[in-house]
């Protein structure tokens, strides 16, 4: 596994860096959330989305057997003006994983939040925007079962 992730990080960024820290490593398996700040800084849902496909386009022109695994991005408390075109965006992504092969969406919200969208006690940092040690061990819970899946289902294809 080669961690690529950078916080802050805007799906603009990921496109423009991705002949660098994706790409190179020719992956088997690729785990991807982002989308969450173009929203808040004021992106509508289908401006990250579009970029997100042209992601997937990239990535699969030269590594065709390539799987993702598409993390929702969080509802977190202190972005709760944005849950609606937070939803959108999360909505949109799921729709899109439907569309492509080797492509999964794992809700991370569930994960965090309450049934009501509040977070739960103990699982995001002060800050109500990321998650604490408690709060990524429950999305590695929920994230690990897709990556499993993923990993089999690119397992003929990599065998080289």
């Not at 929702?72 to 937070?86: Q, V």
Request: charge should be positive; charged fraction near 25%.
């Amino acid at each position: 596994m080669i961690n690529r992730g950078f916080g802050g990080s805007y799906t603009t960024e990921v496109l423009g860096y991705m002949d660098r820290i994706t790409l190179p490593y020719h992956p088997r398996v690729v785990v991807f959330h982002c989308g969450g700040n173009d929203v808040n800084a004021g992106d509508a849902a289908e401006a990250p989305l579009g970029r997100i496909r042209e992601y997937v386009k990239r990535l699969r022109k030269d590594n065709p057997d390539s799987a993702v695994v598409f993390m929702a991005t969080t509802r977190a408390p202190s972005r709760k003006a944005k849950w609606p075109e937070l939803d959108k965006f999360n909505a949109g992504l799921a729709a899109y994983c439907k569309e492509e092969s080797n492509v999964w969406f794992v809700d991370i919200n569930p994960a965090l939040n309450q049934a009501s969208g509040e977070g739960k006690e103990g699982h995001y940092l002060k800050d109500n925007l990321h998650p604490s040690e408690l709060g990524y061990q429950e999305i590695a819970k929920v994230l690990k079962p897709s990556v499993d899946a993923a990993w089999k289902a690119t397992e003929a294809a990599f065998k080289k």
